[in-house]
């Protein structure tokens, strides 16, 4: 397996986390130098947050470990296109590249609803990369609906 | 003193207490029924984490008290204007109205920057209030800054 797939088969991972205790299964790693130093999963009904995201779960994680609130040459990968709360989440934190798996048309900061890369003014910017496990990403999420239907 | 400025003095309240731990001066209250039920200023620094602004904290602390992760019905007053990551938490915290103080032309995500309350598709909208006690609540961040050269 290549090396995003690994990467994104963990956060898929913490996406499993989220399905178990009955949370919409999204999950976020953070990687730097090859190595995982955050791992998030949404736990937003748990622990009755709006943040509970998983990517700010990540990200929280990441910046402890770093001992800095600049995760500079850090890379996120998290299975669905992150909501505009987490994509200012990861602005702010300075990450290098969002990986991702499909777009979330619904919600999706990263050009569903709009891009907030494409904003004129920002002072740092997050590369994407779209599509990576896509299919296993998103048929969680589908099929946790399901069974809630 | 009308409410909406005694509800920012509260907020200006709390960027002081950033200034003294020598964090920029933000500061955030959140109003359920004209009465403050979150709390927060800016400790990025200190809590070495790109979460640490005034309005995610005064959220984690609101969520926490409402018992859910919907702020349905709360207002946020906070002395500058959001960042995008907090306009996107005051967005996914259902916020109904963001009163703010002075614009911020370089990060903010409430007109200058861009607007998130623009975009089309969002399933929830926040009022926007921008003006209250702008003077007082940027004169601080300035002089912060004057006294860091």
New interface residues.
């Given amino acids: 397996m290549k090396f995003h797939e690994k990467m994104m088969s963990a956060a898929i991972e913490e996406a499993k986390k989220a399905e178990i205790m009955g949370e919409v299964p999204i999950g976020a790693v953070i990687v730097k130098n090859g190595i995982i130093i955050g791992r998030g999963h949404n736990n937003?009904?748990s622990?009755?947050?709006?943040?509970?995201?998983a990517e700010?779960n990540a990200?929280?994680e990441a910046?402890?470990k770093?001992?800095?609130?600049?995760?500079t040459g850090c890379d996120i990968y998290v299975t669905i296109e992150p909501?505009?709360?987490?994509?200012?989440?990861i602005?702010?934190?300075?990450i290098r590249t969002i990986f991702y798996g499909a777009n979330d048309f619904?919600?999706g900061?990263c050009g569903s609803?709009?891009n907030?890369f494409e904003?004129?003014?920002?002072?740092h910017y997050c590369n994407l990369v779209p599509g990576i496990l896509k299919e296993e990403g998103s048929v969680i999420i589908t099929e946790f609906f399901r069974k809630k239907r």
């Fill in positions: 937003r009904e622990s009755e947050s709006s943040l509970g995201h700010i990200i929280r910046c402890l770093m001992g800095s609130w600049r995760l909501c505009p709360m987490c994509a200012g989440a602005y702010q934190s300075r619904k919600a900061a609803l709009f907030l904003q004129k003014g920002l002072n």
